[in-house]
Every structure is written in C-alpha cells, then in structure tokens.
C-alpha cells in the first residue's frame, strides 16, 4: 500500500491514470468508480471496444465504447475520441444514437456510454438478404430499406444543421432496432462542414480534428473521390450525399460501390468515381431504373452534379416511394421477361404499344392468364402489396 501512496504522491496534481499506471490527457472529468458493472463485450473497432454494462446509479443497461489502451499514449486520439461523444451528444435526433455519460475511471479508462441498442447492423441484415437466410429478404423488402435510408436521411441532414458531416456514412455505422429503430452510429471522424458563422456556436471539435490536406479518412469502398484523394478542402454536405447514394446502393446491389480488396486498387477506383451503376451490378435484384438513377446522381464524381443537399435526394426518394415519379420509356425485345412470378419489385409499366403475355405456374405448367395491348398496365400490384410478383 505504501508503493502506492507514494506512486499517487508524486503524480502531477490533475494528470488522470489508468488502471495500468498510464497517463491520460486530462479533459476535466470527475474521475467516476463503482458505478458502472460490466456484463458483456458487444463490439470492438480500432479506437475502443463496445461493452454492455450495467448503471447502478440509474438501474438501466447501457453501451459503454472504452478507449484502446494504445490510443491513450497519444493525445490527439483521445482527444479524438472525447470529440467523438461529444459531437454525438450536441446531435440530439431520434435517428443519432444518444450519449448518456463521458468520463474516466481507473476499472474503464477513458470511455463514455450511450443508448444500448438491441437489433443488427444495416451491414449484416443485407448480408443475409444477400445469402437467402430466413426471412430477411420479406422483412426487409425494397420499401422498407428505402424506410430506412429516409430515417438515416433525416439524421444526417440534421446533423448537416448543426454545420457537421458524418464523413463515415456506411451499412456498418447504421444500427437497426427490433421495433423500427434507425440509428446512425460513429462519429468519430465527423468534422465542421464550414466555419461558423457570425453568432452561431463553435463546432465541438478537438485540436487535431480538422484533416490535412492528403490526409485520407473514411472506409474506401464507400468513399467519395475528395475523400479518397485526401482533398479536405472540397469536403461539404455533398460529400456526406455521396455516402449516403453509397448506403443506397448497397441496399440494392447488395454490395457496395466499389468492390473489397486491395486497398490502394480501391482507392483509384474511388478517386475516379468509377462505379457501375446498381441495376447492372446486380441485375437479378430487378431494380427500378428510376431508383437507380437516383443513385447514380448521388454518386456523381464532380460534386457539381450530386445533389446539393440531402433535402433534394431525399425528396426524389419521397416521389419513388410515392409512385409519383415517372421513368423514361423503355423498350423491351420480343420473348424478353419484363418481371418474373416470385421476384421482388417496385416497378409498373403502361404499355404504349405492342403486346404482353402474362402467365402463372400451375401443376400442368405455365398457363397464360392475360394479353395486355397499349393503355393496360402491368405489375402494379407489388406497388400496393409489397408482395413478390404473382405472374410473368
């Protein structure tokens, strides 16, 4: 005990220690003890692990995310991420995760916790759609991934109000809840999008929050082409657009814009905006041509061309969802399928000429049941239902 007292006494008064004896930057909290009890790891990620523990002093089960032992050695990582739950609790939003308390303790470190969510990252469920397990693919149809997108759409333009981007915009950052819960998670390299101005409040942002110029920051199979060229100066709300057209399409394709692996190969792809559009990545997903466009113009390499904000690509969204908005005709070779019995799909046609059979498998076969000519229309139903087609 005396190897101890002696060890506090030459301490410098306000330098905070871990549990191992290390010095950590001193933000100001009030070293807190005993009120927190861990219970379970729930995730681990390169700047701290995610517990579940329990709060003694309120009785409730919260998420808890601790810093590395090896961010601590360096002040600008913990600075970044005390700025991380600090940006993220100045969000208040039903769709941003809300932080409950920050702090340092000798049993945690530096750590701050926030809501526990119970339900899956948006990245997992379109994996499972991806492989067939269960029913995710019904659970999770078209329309209510595009409901999702539009809860992580209002998130991010709030946060855009408040002069931040998320800049880490991915399947992975948004968390699902089991009773329609929509979360967007990890702002740990959100930075201002302009410099405030007169009489509005200073972003809360660490000394080395604001990246370099050639400084690169994000996940490069979602990036933008300024993300991927380190180019911070031409960051703005319409880099945090392209990330969201890249959550789109992942939706959809069930892959994201720029496929994984080498991670220099992806940057180039990233840097030139090369994307294929969804529709042709994955063409068994029978995707709308009109949803696909949308996404496309998110994903424009010149910012001039994306959407200025989210509000405009949300309202093209809005007017799909609706069945307002109106495709470019399209014609189809004869013999060709224009939609299959047991597919998903949220497109309908009215023909302007020609002829369309329609059939439905019975116990003898395909059976015709219709022959549509110019001014019916077809496939309407999976509109009304969201059910799969019910002929070809």
């Known amino acids: 005990w005396w190897k101890r007292a ?57 998420a808890m995310k601790v810093a590395l032992p090896a961010i601590l050695r360096q002040a600008e990582n913990a600075e970044r991420f005390v700025n991380e739950a600090r940006i993220t609790a100045r969000l ?23 809501k526990l969510i119970e339900g899956e990252p948006l990245d997992e469920i379109l994996a499972r759609i991806a492989k067939n397990q269960g029913d995710y693919g019904s659970r999770y ?22 002069n931040i981007a998320h800049l880490d ?6 968390m699902v809840g089991q009773y329609g819960e929509v979360l967007v998670m990890d702002w740990g390299i959100a930075q201002p999008i302009r410099p405030p101005q007169p009489g509005e409040p200073a972003a809360v942002l660490p000394l080395y929050g604001t990246p370099k110029r050639g400084e690169i920051k994000g996940t490069p199979s979602y990036m933008a082409p300024e993300q991927a060229t380190g180019s911070s100066d ?15 399409y992942h939706m959809l394709a069930l892959c994201p814009p720029y496929p994984s692996g080498d991670t220099d190969a992806v940057l180039k792809l990233a840097a030139r905006g090369d994307i294929t559009p969804p529709d042709r990545a994955n063409p068994a997903r029978q995707i709308p041509e009109e949803l696909s466009a949308i ?15 989210v509000a405009a690509l949300t309202q093209d969204i809005d007017r799909f969802m609706a069945g307002r908005m109106l495709t470019q005709q399209r014609a189809f070779i004869p013999g060709e399928i224009m939609m299959r019995e047991g597919e998903q ?40 239902t969201h059910e799969p087609r019910s002929a070809t």
Not at 169 to 174: C, D, G, Q, S, T
Not at 295 to 309: F, G, H, Q
């Open 234 to 248: 031409l960051i703005d709300e319409r880099t945090d657009v392209f990330l969201l057209g890249a959550c789109l």
């Open 345 to 384: 799909g949220m497109e309908a046609y009215v023909l302007l000429t020609g002829q369309v059979v329609v059939t439905k498998r019975t116990s003898s076969g395909q059976q015709q049941i219709a022959l549509l000519g110019p001014g019916d229309i077809v496939g309407e139903m999976a509109l009304i």
């Open 6 to 62: 002696l060890a506090c006494l030459c301490r410098l008064p306000g330098t905070q220690y871990d549990a191992a004896g290390r010095a950590v930057p001193d933000f100001g909290f009030t070293p807190k003890r005993g009120r927190y009890r861990t219970d379970r790891e729930l995730a681990r990620g390169g700047m701290g692990i995610i517990h579940a523990v329990n709060d003694l002093d309120l009785g409730r089960t919260s």
């Open 169 to 174: 915009i991915k399947p992975e950052n948004i």
């Open 92 to 114: 208040e939003h039903p769709n941003i995760v809300p932080v409950h308390d920050i702090g340092f303790s000798r049993e945690h470190a530096l750590f701050f916790t926030m």
């Open 295 to 309: 996404v496309m113009k998110a994903l424009a390499p010149n910012r001039a061309d994306r959407y200025a904000s």
């Open 141 to 162: 149809d078209l329309h209510e991934l595009l409901v999702i997108l539009r809860k992580v759409c209002d998130a991010i333009a709030f946060a855009h109000s408040q």
